[in-house]
């Protein structure tokens, strides 16, 4: 509106239009000035802002208030942490697969195959070569994808990986699987064949998940350059199956003799396949079998053969061993190379990163110690029952250190470690240790008469001595009388009296171990108990009670070493070509039988003060007046007066050795080439009386600490009226002066059952069948072992310590 100018409506103004408002009512309107533009903060005319709150309330607000509003910004900001997370994890892990992918590198399978030349050197403990492993084929020629076989290519689709013509070089479920098992400390696994020749040819094989993303990685960009042929060739050219061989040219050359693998069978090309997931194991029968198996049974899963195809195959035989390799150990050495080898794999240098390096091994093998096992088996088995069977092993007490090791004769199984057997009265000294940690010794009084029934398992079945032994007064019988006469009710008793818990715990703290891999999944030993009823067999080496020959001598070297355990080992150390050391042994050793070093020394001293009295009331002492102590063991056939096995477990202050002797089938009399019973102190005795001999000759002539006493030492002297010879019990028997215990007489009339089984691993058991169905059968009745109402023997088997 011009200056000047009336408003509307107004005294000498225009005239008014409808509607609109009198302007004349509103306040007088300012002449407008012009002015600069201010920011919002510091418009002089505004209100002042106040806090929103004091223009609702009165007053600040609540603490409740307050913390209601603390909890929403942490929330909120919780939320914009989560949602940054979430948009890293979802992103990051594409990135870095992404920036990955641009680094690796692709194995070269020729490359692969030129690095697999290398030869392992295995040294024995004097530094002079034991034999060397080369590989089969330095200068082989790489097969073709024509020349690979369906039943081949089937065979390792149906072990290893079955979605390999599909996936893009990797099965997420397996790899879901492999973290999975990383984060609970487990062997992660998973791998498909692409991912398997890539850690083959990269030579990584940490269980960390790092190593499995590139692996990843690595087999995603192989699936993608390459196509599958080539991918399942360049595996098939490259991967280890065994016996030294690369390749499966190779592997189908030294398994089963063939020069094409167009030769090879469906059951064939199934072992090979099978022989991928521990080609180490390639010795080992029963694991063979069971792969073998498996890979059948996953063929006929997949479609690839009919069942009724399967059913019709057999195992196919291996190919001997000593036959394709050059210059490699056969006969009893052959074990050794075979525990140095599963040794050096725990130590994660298996035989595929030992040849790429081109490692020599240093064992503890002494040869000198090792011929003098051979020797002592040799001889003493001389004109014996050829299907006889002996093992033995030699330890360092002081270190663990196995010095000799004779697992059978190399054509079967290793006696050794790869068996579990029934130990007999061998057993008896842990029942001992576990009445010295509760504080009884060696004089503490038991009914020794024979026989006795007892409750638990096989309660009022009778526990029998075996014939012929005695104690002096039966009912009071001293707990060193009882060792050294082999007695069995008093052991009993004590197992049960102690807890027969408290028995296998000893045994396990002396060296046997708690668990071994058996078939696949671990196997718990020496239980005590059957379904929550104590087991007294256990305290006589008998029932359910199974141990591995080998477990044993480590034991008793616990004894020898006053009570401290050093775990057994085949290998100090692993060098270069240069000699630089890439392993190296470490001792893992503890106070056996108490935390205390000098408890559990006290209680081994005074086992070994008891069993130094055996060996020479046995006629199987050691030379020289050397100390020497040990027990000897036998368990019965099936429920006969006759031994299926025998045992002679000692040792000097210095060496620990055993013996086991039995056959293969186990289902056997031993009997000696003169018609007499086998016991422990007869040719087992005497290979141990033998080996011992001869290894300590020269040596200081060293004697037993005397024992702190524990418990009651010696049992208060008897004096009798009657004196009398009883005739010498086979075991470790010897005149003495006794009261002539009642005859016992019991007539029963046997059935014997006998169930097929697999060669060499039938069980030793028989079903008695008493003449009077209502008298109990005995337990007990013949050997030391006492073998009555022991369950069937499971079949031989391999162990990773």
Known sequence: MPPGRPPAGGPGGPPRRPGEEPTDLLPPVHQTVAREPELLTHREDEVELQPFYEDDYDDEPTPEEAKALRRKKIWRRVRRVSYVGLFLMILGPIVAFAIAYQLVNVPNPEQVASEQAKAITILYADGTEMTKIAPSGANRTLVKYEDLPPQLKEAVFAAEDPTFETNPGFDFTAIGRAVWYQATGRDSGGSGLTQQYVKQATDEDQGTLSRKFTEVVKAYKMSEQQDKKDILTAYLNTIYLGRSAYGVKEAAKVYFNRNELSELTQPEAALLAGMIQSPGRSEEPL?????????????????????????????????????????????????????????????????????????????????????????????????????????????????????????????????????????????????????????????????????????????????????????????????????????????????????????????????????????????????????????????????????????????????????????????????????????????????????????????????????????????????????????????????????????????????????????????????????????????????????????????????????????????PKITTTTTTTTPKEPEEQQPVTTTTPPKQTTETTTTTTTKPCPPRLCPTQTTTEPENPNKPDPIGGGGNGGGAGIPERPPAIRTTR
């Open 287 to 715: 694991y063979v079998e069971e792969r073998w198996k498996y890979v059948m049974n996953q063929l006929v899963k997949g479609g690839w053969i009919t069942q009724e195809y399967r059913d019709a195959q057999q195992q196919p035989p291996l190919r001997p061993l000593a036959e394709v390799q050059s210059g490699g150990l056969d006969g009893t050495r052959l074990f050794i190379r075979m525990q140095v080898e599963a040794e050096m794999a725990e130590d994660g240098w298996d035989l595929n990163r030992a040849q790429r390096s081109g490692v020599t091994v240093h064992t503890t093998i002494n040869p000198a110690l090792q011929a003098a096992a051979e020797q002592a088996v040799k001889e003493q088995l001389e004109g014996q029952d050829p299907e006889l069977r002996a093992s033995m092993s030699a330890i360092d007490p002081a270190t663990g250190a196995v010095l000799a090791y004779m697992g059978g004769d190399g054509t079967g199984i290793d006696y050794q470690k790869g068996t579990l057997q029934e130990p007999g009265s061998s057993f008896k000294p842990f029942d001992f240790v576990a009445a010295l940690q509760k504080g009884e010794g060696a004089g503490k009084l038991y009914d020794g008469s024979s026989p006795r029934t007892f409750p638990g398992r096989g309660e009022n079945r009778p526990v029998r001595n075996s014939p012929g032994v005695a104690c002096v007064v039966p009912t009071q019988c001293s707990v060193r009388e009882a060792m050294v006469k082999s007695v069995n009710t008093v052991f009993f008793d004590m197992a049960m009296q102690l807890g027969t818990g408290k028995v296998a715990e000893a045994a396990h703290q002396a060296g046997i171990p708690r668990e071994i891999k058996y078939d696949g999944s671990m196997r718990k030993l020496l239980v005590g108990e059957d379904g929550g009823v104590p087991d007294g067999n256990i305290s006589i080496g008998g029932g359910q009670t199974l141990v591995r020959p080998f477990d044993m001598t480590s034991a008793y070297a616990t004894f020898a070493a006053r009570g401290v355990y050093h775990r057994p080992f085949f290998v100090s150390k692993i060098t270069n070509a240069a000699g630089d050391i890439l392993h190296q042994h470490v001792d893992v050793t503890n106070p056996a039988f108490d935390q205390d070093a000098t408890k559990s020394q006290d209680i081994a001293d005074n086992v070994t003060d008891v069993l130094k009295e055996i060996p020479t009331k046995s006629n199987i002492g050691c030379a020289d007046k050397r100390d020497c102590a040990g027990k000897t063991g036998t368990h019965e056939l099936a429920d006969t007066s006759q031994n299926a096995k025998a045992w002679m477990v000692g040792y000097t202050p210095t060496l620990a050795a055993g013996v086991w002797l039995g056959t293969d089938m186990g289902n056997k009399a031993l009997v000696n080439n003169k018609g007499k019973d086998i016991y422990g102190s007869g040719v087992p005795g005497l290979i141990w009386q033998q080996f011992m001999n001869q290894a300590m000759n020269g040596q200081p002539v060293e004697k037993f600490p005397k024992p702190k006493p524990i418990g009651q030492l010696e049992a």
